[in-house]
């Protein structure tokens, strides 16, 4: 869930900053506590490791390793080689500040984000009325105001499941189109496609069953997108 993966981000991070105020107390201090410094520092880089692993895209991760490795080669083996170790610091460091800031610039709202639907019982039945009538422009009319179209009505069914139930198929594209859900289950246990094909419309059913591939590719490539950010 994206909680728990927020949760866990700041955990991470709460522990790295953390951990990184303790290794830098007076030696006095850590020595009342009876802290190893260096233990603390060896825990701040197996947590920093961490988090570059989990946060980085594989490839990134990989070449920051290696300039890591490369910043930190005994000296004698960087003048053998002629190389200076200090480019591969700064290199290193401004990879993972690039990061950090597209990082915080994620999370940062841009205003393009999808608003969540209003949940209104009125906008189910004027959605039910535009459905009895037939009526396509006012049904959409409707739909742009935001309502959430998979609200159940008092009898049970969504305005999906209604149009299904009538045999509109112009209807249920266009609720379809308009985010209803073509899964879920009435109160009496059916679906959109079992209330279409009872009423012997295998037009509606047809078009219900497309749209229930599609949602489910979508859901899907949802899914695959959060395990991978």
Do not use: H
């Amino acid at each position: 869930m994206q909680i728990s993966k927020r949760a866990m981000e700041w955990t991470l991070f709460g522990l790295v900053g953390l951990i990184a105020i303790l290794a830098n107390l007076p030696q006095s201090w850590l020595e009342y506590g009876s802290i190893n410094r260096n233990l603390l520092l060896g825990i701040l880089v197996l947590t920093v490791f961490i988090a570059l692993f989990l946060y980085l895209k594989f490839q990134f991760f990989i070449l920051v390793v290696l300039l890591a490795l490369g910043a930190n080669m005994p000296g004698e083996v960087s003048d053998s080689l002629g190389i200076s170790t200090m480019p591969l610091v700064i290199a290193m460091a401004a990879m993972v500040g690039i990061s950090l800031i597209n990082y915080v610039v994620d999370l940062l709202p841009t205003g393009l984000e999808e608003k969540p639907k209003e949940q209104s019982a009125e906008g189910i039945k004027a959605l039910f009325y535009a459905i009895e009538k037939g009526n396509l422009v006012y049904a959409q009319k409707v739909l742009s105001m935001n309502f959430d179209p998979n609200l159940r009505a008092e009898n049970g069914y969504t305005p999906l499941m209604y149009a299904s139930a009538r045999g509109d198929a112009k209807m249920c594209e266009l609720l379809v189109r308009n985010g209803a859900d073509v899964n879920i289950i009435s109160s009496d246990g059916d679906t959109a496609i079992e209330l279409a094909l009872r009423v012997g419309s295998q037009e509606v059913a047809d078009i219900l069953k497309k749209a229930r591939i599609e949602q489910a590719a979508r859901e899907e490539a949802a899914n695959v997108k959060t395990a991978a950010a």
